[in-house]
């Protein structure tokens, strides 16, 4: 493996509820690496991701870019790392589009010139200048998927975490998105339980549930094995086993 | 075609448009009877109204809404004896006329505009960073509110909430509250984590993107000279 770009050690993180959400997960991701985390709901994943950007801190030693999880490496962690949420509902935020693509660039200083070149670059690239001006929660469920990615990749991220990534999207938007991921070169963590999805985007796969990893491996050996996904509430996916009917045929 | 003149100007200049009527409207300037100084802030707003876009609309729609208030108002004023009405004229009027001027003022100069321009011109005219950002957030909570008050109400139609009795119906929303500000709790959670992703630290800097054109200062000469004349009227 290459310089790790996360490197996780004996993490553990429990809610104020009492509700433990990880116990003892250790995890190494490569630099250009792209991590199926797959799992049944509840097993943590999302959990896993909000560790990457420190918006939760548990106990266990985390590093990310090289940097360890401290608050004096939080902004810039924040600044290298993407993180595109289950519901771009609540990503988006801000009165127009365009201001919330802004918004983290502004937050990292840029100055005003570099903000305007950085957004024009990005509403260009996915084809949002149209409704730059648009209130977020107007656009339809693929729109708002495509401006949350837009918002987080305006950072040019070196590292990239998708909660769900399509989770209510229609199958045509999801084709799309799937497409648009597969172009970006940078390291990739995708939370899913669209076995299919991770199927066609991973190369390397971990099964979570109860908030440990109890596989992982290469994307073939551990999608392969039914018995391992059943026992974790998953299904093999489909377009793997059409996939090799057509090699047996 | 609708003809709206308003619509690419500046929202900081409609903002002072707007805070420069309500001076008028509040500031005692003039020793002018009130229907005179009324009657001198309607007469622009008023000759605006036909080249303001859905501003009609928008003026209509907020006198809707205000309507049964000043309907009261009027209607008690009007139960005066006849010889002598000095609640009408003294109190009365100028409640309904200074309503009435102040939605017009409204419907022209705020309504018609996008929100994110507003928040932008609130924050270049000097508005404390913490307020626009209260307002910034408040305005997408609002947005967020809506959604869910439409996904409860489509919840309990398709339960025939309708046909419960009104006693049942209280029970049942009042029993939905609490989990119902649960939601926009959580909601909010997630909105705050998601900023705090891309870097969030209490701060919502902004860059200029709003133009100040030649129109603008057309505008504001306008509205300075009118203004003044009614001052001193």
Redesign the interface.
């Known amino acids: 493996m290459t310089s790790p770009v996360v490197e996780i050690r004996d993490l553990s993180f429990t809610y104020d509820s009492g509700k433990p959400a990880l116990s003892g997960v250790s995890l190494a991701v490569g630099r250009g690496e792209c991590v199926g985390l797959v799992g049944p709901n509840g097993a943590g994943k999302s959990t896993l991701l909000?560790h990457l950007?420190g918006?939760l801190r548990g106990r266990g030693d985390v590093r990310v870019l090289g940097l360890p999880l401290q608050k004096k490496n939080l902004?810039e962690i924040?600044?290298r790392?993407g993180?595109v949420?289950q519901?771009p509902?609540?990503?988006l935020?801000?009165?127009?589009l365009?201001?919330d693509i802004?918004?983290?660039p502004?937050?990292?200083g840029y100055p005003?010139e570099e903000?305007?070149r950085r957004v024009a670059r990005i509403m260009e690239l996915f084809d949002l200048q149209k409704i730059g001006?648009s209130?977020p929660?107007h656009l339809s469920p693929g729109e708002q998927k495509k401006a949350a990615l837009a918002?987080?990749l305006v950072?040019d991220p070196e590292l990239l975490a998708f909660d769900e990534p399509s989770s209510g999207l229609d199958p045509a938007s999801r084709r799309d998105f799937i497409e648009l991921v597969r172009t970006l070169p940078q390291t990739k963590i995708i939370a899913t339980h669209d076995m299919d999805l991770a199927y066609e985007l991973c190369g390397r796969v971990l099964v979570m549930d109860h908030g440990r990893i109890f596989a992982d491996g290469r994307r073939d050996a551990i999608l392969g094995d039914a018995a391992l996904l059943q026992a974790h509430r998953l299904e093999q996916p489909l377009s793997m086993l059409l996939d090799q009917r057509s090699e047996l045929s | 075609m609708r003809v709206d003149l308003l619509s690419g100007l500046d929202p900081r200049s409609k903002l002072v448009a707007f805070l420069t009527v309500q001076a008028l409207l509040f500031v005692p300037v003039s020793h002018q009877p009130i229907l005179i100084r009324l009657f001198a802030v309607a007469a622009p707003l008023l000759a605006l109204l036909p080249v303001a876009g859905r501003s009609w609309r928008l003026w209509l729609r907020t006198l809707a809404l205000a309507a049964p208030l000043l309907g009261f108002l009027a209607f008690s004023a009007l139960l005066q004896p006849a010889a002598d009405r000095p609640a009408l004229h003294q109190l009365i009027l100028p409640i309904v006329g200074k309503s009435f001027l102040v939605f017009l003022s409204l419907a022209l100069f705020i309504l018609n505009e996008?929100?994110?321009r507003l928040?932008q011109a609130l924050r270049q005219i000097g508005l404390p960073q913490a307020v626009v950002v209260i307002l910034?957030?408040g305005?997408?909570f609002a947005?967020?509110w809506q959604?869910e008050l439409e996904g409860v109400r489509r919840a309990w139609t398709s339960r025939n909430f309708s046909t419960l009795s009104k006693i049942r119906k209280v029970r049942h929303m009042g029993g939905a509250l609490p989990l119902f500000f649960d939601r926009l709790l959580e909601?909010g959670v997630?909105?705050h984590?998601?900023?705090?992703?891309?870097?969030?630290?209490g701060?919502l800097?902004?860059?200029?993107?709003l133009v100040f054109t030649r129109r603008d200062a057309a505008f504001l000469t306008l509205a300075a000279v009118t203004a003044t004349a009614i001052a001193i009227l």
């Open positions: 909000l950007n918006i902004k924040r600044a790392v993180l949420f519901d509902r609540q990503q935020f801000l009165p127009s365009v201001e802004a918004f983290g502004l937050n990292a005003p903000v305007r001006d209130s929660h918002a987080v950072m | 996008e929100p994110w928040l910034a957030i305005y997408r947005c967020q959604l909601g997630h909105i984590d998601a900023m705090v992703s891309r870097g969030f630290h701060q800097p902004t860059w200029q993107r």
